[in-house]
């Protein structure tokens, strides 16, 4: 009887790693361990010490301060902190690829080829959500924005400089001269102004609603979601993800609108809230 629970135990440790294999390569098949390495020597790691600024950094290893900015998806220039690891890119900006975003995207948000970006990493099929790209030597740069209108931390940064018009909250209308609630903020700006998206996001909304006129809504998957109104021209897509800082249209007049301005507005769970405490 012993030997037969023996026999049971060892033929049960035989098979349990094949009982165990399907899901393994199951978990390999959606994680990034799975995916082929960035070209080799096109970034190292850092550990952030006490004293060190992003700047300080960009210097001593010469690179870009955008390229440092955007490869460690970073929000404000000023948030980094002792133990923090950065990727310290290489020849380029180093790129975690988002649902919602496809090799055209990327290479019309960096300004550079699709066939340049499929050179600098081997690829020749589509590449997939949450692989790492490196994009060779970026004309722009999205989250260069970032060091402009960013600040030392916040939510949000900034969609443009512009004077500040019209604040959040009751007021009275400025067309219809009734009582109203403004639901975002005005900032006034000449027509053709570049308009950043706040946080990086997925474009819910890319075309004319109503007093909006000229819309782009991009909801950022924790509860906010931001709106851009009255612009001239659109520049993104229903469904693509944009980085922090990306252009996602130009300013305009368009809706229900008494001159040229961004109409800006930070929803949580739907609601309007007052945008100005979240920004920097
Ligand atoms: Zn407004």
Known sequence: MNKDLALAVLVGLFFLPLLLLPLVSQEDLGGP??????????????????????????????????????????????????????????????????AGQGLAD???????????????????????????????????VPQAAVLELGGEGGRFIWPLKGRLTSLFGPRTH????????????????????????????????????????LL???????????YYGHLSRILVHVGQFVEVGQVIGLSGNTGLSTGPHLHFEIRNLGEPIDPLPLLP
């Open 33 to 98: 361990l799975s995916f082929p390495p960035v070209a080799s020597g096109s970034f190292r790691s850092y550990v952030v010490r006490s004293g060190d600024t992003l700047a300080g950094l960009a210097d001593r290893y010469g690179i870009p301060l955008s390229w440092l900015v955007a490869s460690n998806g970073l929000l404000a220039p000023g948030a980094i902190y002792p133990g923090q690891e950065l990727v310290l890119p290489q020849g380029g900006v180093l790129h975690t690829l988002r």
């Open 106 to 140: 990327l290479a019309a948000t960096y300004g550079v080829s699709e066939e340049e970006i499929r050179k600098a990493n081997g690829l020749s099929g589509d590449p997939l959500p949450g692989q790492r790209l490196l994009i060779p030597e970026p004309r722009t």
């Open 174 to 213: 400025p067309i219809y001269g009734t009582p109203d609630f403004h639901t975002g903020i005005d900032l006034a700006v000449p027509e053709g102004t570049q308009v950043h998206a706040a946080a990086p996001g997925t474009v819910t909304w890319a075309g004319t609603r109503g007093g909006y006129g």
């Open 216 to 226: 782009v809504i991009v909801d950022h998957g924790d509860g906010y979601s931001t």
